[in-house]
């Protein structure tokens, strides 16, 4: 089944894209991620533009996150005081980024500065995932308990002016520490085509110190507003979203979701972590070899 994508100017086989975005669609349901962070990278290897792999995959994101961000909202288990900041950090993340990918582009780089931030992130996640899962699991059949760990804020958000209190969150930090980290995804989102959440949510336990019972929802909350504005910048400036790929990647990631929803019911999170830092260390390794890979063609012409 060829379809025409004609934003990325190229026929490809629809199923095969519905079957891309079905795969992230299962690992999101299974791992509690958005999935972004790995479409990009599986589209680029299909022959998609870096660029429009990037906005186009934003674009999924924002239609993936919404059932996930009514969910947490019925169960109360978004923060939307914090929520709120993170947004609109994210809103002024999203400007910066548009700045760089109109420079990057108009300097030739955009296509190899997305590989690399995919491959330095990939690998440098991937590796702390691997290794925090290996340390569960050689706990578990040694019987030792991993020790509890402590929920406080990181002291260089301790330092910070002008402390606000986050009831939800029981936070009383300062506004600016959730205003930088939304500004961190949002850039990422509008270069990357991800969503943020797997750096997101880490980042709000680890730094923001904010309760387990929130951050899921409220990084769904911030996900779904930021890559909508990504979303939108992207068709006003770069034009390079195309809606028909992004339509196939929604349409396989749905129904990919209710499968990883079902599948993750049946592992152990220690397990399905590791899982999941080997797909992203296996994805890392192939982008990296991507880069130094020399092509049998060197250059093409294209017809004006």
């Given at each position: ?17 519905i ?17 972004g ?103 578990q ?16 958000v301790?330092?910070?002016?002008l ?88 349409v ?53």
């Amino acid at each position: 089944m060829d379809v025409y994508l004609p934003i990325a100017n190229l026929s490809v086989n629809g199923l095969v894209i519905i079957g891309l975005g079905a795969l992230t669609g299962l690992l999101s349901g299974m791992f509690g991620v958005g999935g972004g962070f790995l479409t990009t990278p599986l589209l680029i290897f299909y022959g998609v533009p870096p660029t429009v792999a990037a906005a186009s995959a934003a674009s999924q994101v924002t239609g993936a996150s919404v059932s996930g961000a009514f969910a947490q909202a019925r169960r109360g288990g978004i923060d939307y005081h914090i929520g709120a900041v993170l947004v609109a950090g994210g809103v002024i993340g999203t400007g910066i980024g548009s700045l760089l990918f109109r420079l990057l582009q108009a300097l030739g780089q955009i296509d190899t500065v997305i590989n690399i931030l995919y491959v330095l992130m990939l690998g440098g996640i991937g590796g702390l995932m691997a290794h925090e899962s290996i340390t569960a699991l050689r706990a578990q059949r040694a019987g030792v308990p991993l020790p509890a760990r402590k929920r406080r804020h990181h002291p260089l958000v301790a330092s910070l002016p002008l402390r606000w209190r986050f009831y939800r969150s029981g936070l009383y930090i300062s506004p600016l520490a959730p205003l930088l980290l939304g500004m961190a995804t949002g850039i990422l989102t509008m270069l990357m085509g991800i969503g943020g959440g797997f750096i997101l949510v880490p980042a709000m336990l680890y730094i923001l110190g904010m309760g387990v019972n929130v951050v899921v929802g409220t990084s769904l909350f911030q996900i779904l507003f930021v890559t909508m504005v990504t979303t939108m910048m992207h068709a006003l400036t770069t034009r390079a979203v195309d809606i028909v790929l992004a339509g196939l990647l929604l349409v396989g990631s749905v129904t990919g979701a209710q499968l990883g929803t079902f599948f993750a019911q049946k592992a152990k999170p220690e397990q399905l972590r590791l899982i999941l830092a080997v797909i992203v260390l296996a994805v890392a390794l192939r982008m990296a070899l991507g880069l130094g890979y020399r092509p049998d063609e060197i250059y093409t012409v294209v017809p004006l």
